[in-house]
């Protein structure tokens, strides 16, 4: 019989499966706490019997992140790290030190699906949702390696949080709960691509977290061009969702653009973006593009980088320039992607 996943469970549903075993009530959450601190396996969970320890490892396995290699940039610090899945599959994390704490970037799909065409994790195809409690052992996993408590938490690795969406909400509730990691969801972003009809499920859910929208190009020609997601829920559409999320949550949205040479980085784009934004809650991330997936993409120089800023504030929209962090170890933006475990041969099609 196949195992259950303990750590995706919540301490409601792991209160109700103890109890119908018959285990006294504080058990859930003597267990909950230890899987919360990332306990490895139930021989770590000393307060327990053994006879009980036994039981629960028959009927429920820990799903954990292991490390197989680890890179640190010589430029700031930042690490990667490549995961080991209990299935064999691999994923990366990128943790960033910046002067407000650690912040960890990790992935919810082995994969994606979305193909956007400056990206390298949609190159090597799809394989696999995560589970909540894979998307928490990253976090683990990193803050036991670097022995510090991670304050923040971007759901920006690789795949697209909204094609998981029911695992990436049951982890979000896991790892804000007061018993466990205890994380402010405040302290959270998650970055769609533009999944129209799950900006509106997730408006729903009025949580406090930062979403940030993957936007890339101020009209439906160019962002078709590089987006296939653009196809299926125009920039138009998107808009309507991203202003309904506003409405909902009172937060403000974080749109990433990535800078290309050429494509999207003329004056005319800055103030077609601008009309875009005016009058929204919102904020524009320039990224200037990592050339990953041999389309021959070039970064906007610095100097048209501040212009399309400016351009941008001029209207009455905000934007930064991002710091690129993590680059000498092909940690940034777009560069996870699937990698078997050596770490040398990239699984799929590159
Ligand atoms: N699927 C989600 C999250 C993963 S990508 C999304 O699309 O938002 C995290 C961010 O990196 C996204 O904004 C993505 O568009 C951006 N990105 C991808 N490839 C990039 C590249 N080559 N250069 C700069 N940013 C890139």
Redesign the pocket.
């Known amino acids: 019989m196949e195992k259950l996943d303990i750590k995706s469970r919540t301490l409601v549903e792991l209160t109700g499966e103890f109890a119908q075993m018959g285990l006294a009530r504080f058990r859930a959450g003597q267990v909950f706490r230890w899987l919360s601190r990332g306990a490895m396996g139930f021989e770590e969970m000393t307060d327990l019997s053994k006879d009980l320890r036994r039981e629960l490892a028959e009927r429920y396995e820990i799903r954990g992140a292991e490390i197989v290699r680890r890179q640190v940039s010589q430029i700031d610090g930042t690490i990667k790290f490549l995961f080991r899945l209990f299935d064999g599959q691999c994923v990366e994390s990128v943790l960033m030190r910046y002067h407000y704490g650690i912040s960890i ?1 990790i992935s ?1 799909q082995v994969g ?1 699906k ?1 193909n ?1 065409s ?4 949609g190159k090597s195809g799809f394989a696999r949702d995560l589970f909540p409690s894979e998307m928490l052992s990253q976090v683990q996993a990193a803050s036991k390696d670097v022995g510090e408590r991670i304050s923040h938490i971007v ?9 998981n969406f029911e695992n990436v909400l049951r982890f979000l509730e896991l790892v804000t709960c007061p018993e466990g990691m205890d994380l402010s969801m405040r302290a959270i972003s998650l ?4 999944l129209v009809d799950k900006i509106y499920a997730l408006a729903e859910k009025k949580l406090q977290l930062t979403l ?3 936007l ?1 190009a101020p009209n439906d020609g160019i962002r078709s061009r590089t ?1 296939p997601v653009n196809k299926r829920w125009p920039i138009g559409e998107l808009m309507k969702a991203c202003r309904y999320y506003t409405k909902m949550t009172g937060r403000r949205i974080s749109f ?1 653009y ?1 800078m290309i040479q050429g494509v999207n980085d003329s004056d005319a784009c800055a103030r077609e973006l601008a009309g875009r934004l005016r009058g929204m809650l919102a904020h524009v991330n320039l ?7 041999g389309a021959g ?1 070039k970064k906007s120089d610095a100097g048209r980088q501040r212009r399309f800023a400016q351009i941008l504030q001029e209207h009455g929209v905000t934007a930064t320039v991002r710091r690129t962090l993590g680059a000498d170890i092909e940690a ?4 996870l992607r699937r990698k078997t475990e050596g770490g040398k041969g990239h699984e799929g099609s590159l």
């Open positions: 970037c919810t994606c979305m956007c400056f990206c390298a994790t759901l920006m690795g690789m795949g697209e949080p909204l094609d970055s769609t691509c533009g940030s929208v993957s890339h987006m990433e990535a990224i200037p593009v990592n050339d990953v997936t993409y940034s933006c777009g560069q």
